[in-house]
């Protein structure tokens, strides 16, 4: 049976959600898109730029027939002001999936969670298919789920910090009380980062510094790729218990002597 | 008379629908979406939808982002 990832009503094969931000230019942003192999990307909801409008738009290189656009809320600071930026977004005609991000404080990126809550209330109730990003606390993420949203995405560590996942521990108790999918969102510094998210049984993961931000963005976006990949097969798979002494993995009859 | 667009003000001509004025602006109505003091002005209805002195208009469209 094929392994995918199921967001509300659709299924994907990769587990690999990537952001389009920060890229040198839009011609690099699709390759890196195209080489992670990811079918789900971020955008953000930002004013034209009056005085130059014919500047090319991030939808001409990615067609949202190929992708499925996740708008995101970035830079809202209240729910308010999240719950109109989706409005904004689901008028664009990509859908109803949206991440929903209400930040609390500049320096740490983290979430409000209150006002997360809140403009979840809203949104699901307007039909949106909600992805909220939270800190990594199983309480929130079992209150956004009860809520209605289609997944939980809890930190691995601040946005673009590139730490890696900082509370294995709660992260664990968030996977153990899910019922909804739950997604490691921001924090990821490497491909070994998403593997391990992977292999704790995370249904996916999404990064945008980590691969925009690396010396050679092509070549992480397939690092990451691959990194998903390996993790995911690497649950799956179910890893050895680990022990503290050895065992031998050549048979013990028949040694020379 | 007066609008503010996008947080600026701004000069236009009396009676310009969101359409003609987006034709002026050369912004391609396909890409954007338009809120009018606030409410959303769905796509179908720029042509029919004229601007008035003090409205507010904010054009919005996805950029990079994370």
């Known amino acids: 049976m094929e392994d995918l990832l199921k967001l509300a009503d659709k299924s994907y094969r990769s587990r690999l959600i990537v952001g389009t931000g920060k890229y040198k230019d839009f011609a ?4 890196a898109i195209e080489v992670s192999g990811a079918e789900i990307v971020t955008v953000a909801v930002r004013r ?12 001409d290189y990615l067609d949202p027939k190929k992708y499925t656009i996740l ?9 308010d002001d999240a719950v109109r930026t989706c409005r904004l977004a689901r008028e664009a005609g990509v859908g109803k999936m949206i991440k929903l991000e209400v930040i609390g404080d500049d320096k740490t990126l983290f979430p409000d969670i209150p006002a997360t809550l809140e403009a979840a209330k809203t949104l699901v109730k307007e039909g949106f298919v909600v992805l909220p990003y939270i800190t990594d606390d199983p309480i929130t993420a079992k209150k956004l789920q009860d809520i209605g949203c289609a997944a939980v995405m809890p930190l691995a560590a601040p946005i673009g910090s590139g730490l890696g996942i900082r ?28 593997a ?12 945008n510094t980590a691969i925009a931000g690396a010396r050679d963005p092509i070549l992480m976006a397939e690092a990451m790729r691959l990194g998903v990949d390996a993790g ?8 050895i218990v680990k022990k503290l002494y050895a065992t031998a993995s050549s048979p013990i009859d028949g040694i020379l002597g | 008379m007066k609008i503010r667009l996008n947080g600026e003000e701004k000069e236009i001509a009396d009676g310009l629908s969101i359409a003609q004025l987006l034709d002026e602006l050369q912004i391609r ?3 954007v979406v338009v809120e009018l003091n606030r409410d959303i002005v769905c796509r179908e209805a720029h042509g029919s939808t004229l601007l008035k002195g003090g409205d507010a208009l904010e054009i919005v469209h996805f950029v990079g982002g994370g």
């Open chain 1, 48 to 59: 034209v730029n009056i005085t130059d409008p014919n500047k090319e738009n991030l939808l």
């Open chain 1, 167 to 194: 509370n294995p521990y709660n992260i664990l108790i968030i996977l153990e009380q899910a019922t909804v999918p739950v997604i490691v969102d921001a924090g990821v510094g490497t491909a070994s980062d998403a």
């Open chain 1, 196 to 207: 391990i998210a992977m292999e704790m049984g995370c249904d996916g993961v999404l990064m």
């Open chain 2, 29 to 31: 109505s396909g890409r």
């Open chain 1, 28 to 31: 690099e942003t699709r390759k």
């Open chain 1, 232 to 239: 995911r097969k690497a649950f799956l798979a179910g890893r």
């Open chain 1, 71 to 79: 708008p995101n809320t970035a830079g809202c600071y209240t729910a």
